[in-house]
């Protein structure tokens, strides 16, 4: 499995961002995704989830309200949209899927097997 982040940038307090997964080898239809993101000295942490046929969606309290992920599995692409950015926000942001197929959501990174190599989120003030 290959995960491909994309869509990362630098954008001002309040402005919008809309970052892409593109998963090959594999066939996204069948897994649950999640994004994280990870600041400078601190954990990677959880962002939000979506089932498989997108018929469940899971956010961290930190973005709900203001992020919504999607997918389009003819694209074999997830999607984050990112409004009313704040400083806090500003992070690597990765995409990531579990090995099991059909899978609930999970919030924890230990039930992800499959990571992409990240894309940087950079809000100013």
């Known amino acids: 499995v290959q995960l491909m982040e994309s869509g990362g940038g630098l954008v001002q307090s309040g402005g919008s961002l809309k970052l892409s997964c593109k998963m090959s080898g594999r066939d996204f239809s069948q897994y649950m995704m999640g994004w994280f993101r990870q600041a400078p000295g601190k954990e990677r942490e959880f962002v939000a989830a979506i089932t498989y046929i997108s018929a469940l969606t899971k956010y961290a309290d930190s973005v709900k309200g203001r992020f919504t992920i999607s997918r389009d599995n003819r694209k074999s692409t997830l999607y984050l949209h990112m409004n009313s950015l704040k400083p806090s926000d500003t992070a690597v942001y990765y995409c990531?899927?579990?090995?099991?197929?059909?899978?609930?959501?999970?919030?924890?990174?230990?039930?992800?097997?499959?990571w992409g190599q990240g894309t940087q989120v950079t809000v100013s003030s």
């Open positions: 990531a899927a579990p090995r099991q197929t059909y899978g609930s959501i999970h919030t924890s990174r230990q039930n992800y097997d499959y």
